[in-house]
């Protein structure tokens, strides 16, 4: 987790905070891929697309 605070903390002193909401969107999606991998919610993720 401090990774993610070093980061958000570059992005705001670097005056990128645009990316933010770029990042947490692929993020998410990495997170339904590794999900989705031989799991029981795989037919519903691919539902979603």
């Given at each position: 987790?401090e990774?993610?605070?070093?980061f958000?903390?570059?992005l705001?002193i670097?005056?990128?905070?645009?990316?933010?909401p770029i990042?947490i969107?692929i993020?998410?999606?990495?997170?339904?891929i590794?999900?989705a991998q031989?799991?029981v919610v795989?037919?519903?993720?691919?539902?979603?697309?």
């Open positions: 987790m990774f993610l605070k070093e958000f903390v570059f705001r670097r005056k990128k905070l645009w990316l933010a990042v969107v993020i998410t999606l990495g997170g339904l590794v999900l031989g799991s795989a037919p519903f993720v691919y539902t979603l697309f």
